[in-house]
């Protein structure tokens, strides 16, 4: 089949190089020619692990290509998929100019049927919009679906080759074949492909974010309330998780989600509530608790520092918002980072792969490290943000070794207390039965 995607983001790129390997003649649009001659080369221009090998071995077989003659792409298709940004509005509504722009050019460029897949997080009645504008342009006949994508980040690739569901949003049977026939590689082992009308597609990827958001959100509150009754959040959360009806996944008290999707889409979800006049008033207080919960860590070590962390030298290992990727956006540790220089604290920070990203967020503010070891030195103490799993076992002895202060914040829950206890250090999670106030 041959297929273009417009948009070589975080999505489109995973999007265009798996249906490449799956044999699909694809085509990538891009309008960043410095970007589109890097991916040429096989390069990718973000960190995800397993892509660049797919990237190259289908650019070398041919089947992925990449351009940014978007025209060209569109008349040599017939399946088209929207990978662009939906960024939030100043209302915290998403930003469509990008999707309804190039729905204008495709109306231009349609030469026969096409099939125009929305794959970017839309709102309820996108599709309707994209509609509008291509009928009162073109006179080909087209179908337009929705078709949400459920990636994570650091496991998009398998994600995508091997998912969970896919979520078909059309009323047109030919549409629906097409979308069927595109996916059947993926569902070979029998996950379904759920077809469902385009409305109720574009508000699962919504209410799919927006329920996990809620979950860690909710965990996140449990264990500020174990701090203050001295219970062990972790114990909980087996506790509750071995529960089929709520599960195991998304339970881990942290430091609060970040990330491009669930702070924006929870947002988004609430801007369509209150657009059609209802108040959704649990995703209001999901966003309040995620702000405030990595606030309220921050305010954990200054506190323990007495409000004394002038010249003190903190160590911070993870930037990036999770492990096995280099993303930055809305990332904890910012936050973090900026309420502890605040306090004129010394802070060194390292990361495996978001360093380079982190500087655009921070500058020259922090001292950066390659080594996490490094970033100990002299340090009065080392907070943990990313869970990386380079940090999961580290050499404690080298570490108090090289250490001024021996006193671990674990924003992730990571260590065993016990364990670092009998290694002499000072161990505060998140609701494990500490805080500082």
């Known amino acids: 089949m041959k297929i273009s995607v417009i948009g070589t983001g975080y999505v489109g790129l995973v999007v265009g190089t798996c249906f490449a390997e799956t044999g699909n003649d694809v085509i990538c649009v891009d309008i ?19 892509l660049e090998e797919l990237l190259k071995k ?15 792409a569109i008349k040599q298709t017939e399946v088209i998929f929207l990978s662009l940004p939906t960024p939030p509005a100043e209302d915290g509504s998403a930003d469509l100019r990008h999707v309804l722009d190039v729905a204008k050019v495709i109306a231009k460029n349609m030469n026969g049927y096409k099939v125009i897949v929305t794959k970017s997080t ?52 030919r549409a629906i074949t097409i979308m069927q026939d595109l996916y059947a590689p993926f569902v070979r082992t029998g996950n379904p492909v759920i077809v469902m009308d385009e409305h109720s597609s574009e508000l699962t990827k919504y209410a799919a974010n927006a329920f996990l958001a809620t979950k860690i959100s909710f965990m996140n509150e449990i264990a500020n309330l174990c ?47 209150h657009q059609h006049k209802y108040d959704f008033a649990i995703l209001q207080a999901v966003e309040q608790v995620n702000q405030r919960q990595r606030k309220l860590f921050a305010k954990n070590i200054v506190s323990y520092f007495h409000n004394k962390l002038k010249g003190k ?77 380079e940090f999961r076992r580290p050499d404690f002895d080298k570490m108090k070794s090289l250490m001024r202060g021996h006193v671990i914040f674990d924003g992730r829950n990571i260590y065993n207390p016990q364990v670092l206890r009998e290694k002499g250090f000072e161990y505060i999670g998140i609701g494990r039965g500490v805080v500082y106030e």
């Not at 960043?32 to 096989?42: E, T």
């Not at 337009?144 to 650091?154: A, D, I, R, T």
């Open 227 to 273: 701090d203050r009754v001295g219970a062990d959040v972790d114990a909980v959360r087996k506790g509750i998780g071995s529960d089929p009806r709520i599960g195991t996944q998304f339970l881990f008290a942290g430091v609060g989600y970040g990330g491009s999707c669930f702070p924006k889409d929870v947002n988004a979800l609430e801007r369509t509530a």
């Open 32 to 50: 960043d020619d410095a970007k589109v001659n890097m991916l040429r080369k096989g390069k990718t221009p973000i960190y995800e692990p397993g």
């Open 122 to 173: 839309v709102p309820v009645g996108t599709g309707d919009k994209i509609r509008d504008v291509i009928e009162k342009i073109s006179d080909h006949s087209f179908n337009v679906v929705s078709n949400p994508e459920f990636l994570k980040e650091g496991a998009a690739v398998s994600d995508f080759m091997k998912p969970d569901r896919i979520v078909v949003g059309s009323n047109c049977q």
């Open 313 to 389: 030298v903190i160590a911070i290992w993870g930037l990036s918002f999770k492990p096995n990727t280099d993303d930055m956006r809305e990332a904890p540790s910012v936050t973090i980072i900026q309420e502890l220089l605040k306090q004129r604290a010394i802070v060194h920070v390292t990361d495996p792969v978001a360093i380079k990203e982190a500087k655009k967020h921070l500058g020259s503010t922090v001292k950066y490290f390659d080594d996490n070891y490094q970033t100990l030195k002299g340090a009065d103490a080392l907070v943990v943000v990313t869970e990386w799993n």
């Open 58 to 72: 289908n650019i070398h077989e041919k089947r992925l290509s990449f351009t940014t003659d978007i025209a060209k």
